[in-house]
C-alpha cells in the first residue's frame, strides 16, 4: 500500500539503541530521492529529526542520527529514552507520482 | 521565532466542503512554500499539496486533483485548504507545514515547522 515500506513496530529497553528502516524503489529513494524523517509523540505533530539523509536539525539531540544506500534508508537511536517512545515516518519524492510520499509510519515502544 | 497556528477544528456532513485556515508568522512567509498533510485517526501521514506564496503556483497530489483547492494571502501570511464533495474518509487531522530550505533556497522537500492540527470530522 505504501511506496515507502516501515516495519509497523520496533522497541528497546533504556539506553539500548534501535533502528527503524524505510524500504523504497528505484522510482524514490533509489531515484535518488533525499529522505527525511520525523518523530510524533503523545499525539502532538509530527517534528523533524533529519533532513536530507543524514542531517540533523538544530535542537534534536545526537541519539538520532540517519543513513541512506541503495533504494534504503534507516534511522537510528542510541541511548534509548522514555520520551523517544512513538510513532516515526520517513518521506521522499517519487518520481513516477510526482509528489512526496511518507512511510507508513513505526511505532517506538521504549521497554 | 517561527509559529504556525491553525484554525479549529471542523464538523462536516458528507457532500459538505470545509476551509482551514494557517496562519504563519516569523519568517517572510513570501518565499517558503506551504504544505498540507493529512492523517486520518490512527493512520499514517499522507501528502494533500503544497503552494509558493510568491507566485500562487500550486500542486496536488494526485488523488485530490479536482476536489481541493490550496489559496494564500500573502500580506497576511495565510494558507488556505478547501475540500469539497466531503465523504467519512476524508475524517483526519490537517496540518500545515512549512517546507524547509538551505540558505540558497534549495529544498528536497523536507518540512521543518509544523502547525498544531486541524481536526475535520465528517459524519452523518
Known amino acids: 500500500q505504501f511506496l515507502l515500506t516501515q516495519p509497523p513496530s520496533v522497541s528497546g529497553a533504556p539506553g539500548q539503541r534501535v533502528t527503524v528502516s524505510c524500504s523504497g524503489g528505484s522510482s524514490n529513494i533509489g531515484a535518488p530521492s533525499d529522505v527525511h524523517w520525523y518523530g510524533q509523540f503523545r499525539g502532538s505533530a509530527p517534528q523533524l529529526l533529519i533532513y536530507?539523509?543524514?542531517n540533523r536539525p538544530s535542537g534534536v539531540p545526537d541519539r538520532f542520527s540517519a543513513s541512506k544506500s541503495g533504494s534504503s534508508a534507516s534511522l537510528t537511536i542510541t541511548g534509548l529514552q522514555s520520551e523517544d517512545e512513538g510513532d516515526y515516518y520517513c518521506?521522499?519524492?517519487?518520481?513516477?507520482?510526482?509528489?512526496?510520499?511518507f512511510g507508513g509510519g513505526t511505532r517506538l515502544t521504549v521497554l | 521565532q517561527v509559529q504556525i497556528v491553525q484554525s479549529a477544528a471542523e464538523v462536516k456532513k458528507p457532500g459538505a466542503s470545509v476551509r482551514l485556515s494557517c496562519k504563519a508568522s516569523?519568517?517572510?512567509?513570501?518565499?517558503?512554500?506551504m504544505h498540507w498533510v493529512r492523517q486520518a485517526p490512527g493512520q499514517g501521514l499522507e501528502a494533500v499539496g503544497w503552494?509558493?506564496?510568491?507566485?500562487?503556483?500550486?500542486e496536488l497530489t494526485p488523488k485530490f486533483q479536482g476536489r481541493v483547492a490550496i489559496t494564500r494571502d500573502t500580506p497576511a501570511g495565510m494558507t488556505y485548504l478547501e475540500l469539497t464533495r466531503l465523504t467519512t474518509e476524508d475524517t483526519a487531522v490537517y496540518y500545515c507545514a512549512r517546507r524547509g530550505q538551505t540558505e540558497s533556497g534549495y529544498s528536497s522537500g523536507w518540512l521543518d515547522s509544523w502547525g498544531q492540527g486541524t481536526l475535520v470530522s465528517v459524519s452523518s
Open positions: 518521506q521522499s519524492f517519487d518520481r513516477d507520482l510526482g509528489f512526496w510520499i
Open positions: 536530507e539523509n543524514d
Open positions: 516569523g519568517f517572510p512567509f513570501t518565499y517558503y512554500t
Open positions: 503552494v509558493y506564496p510568491a507566485s500562487g503556483r500550486t
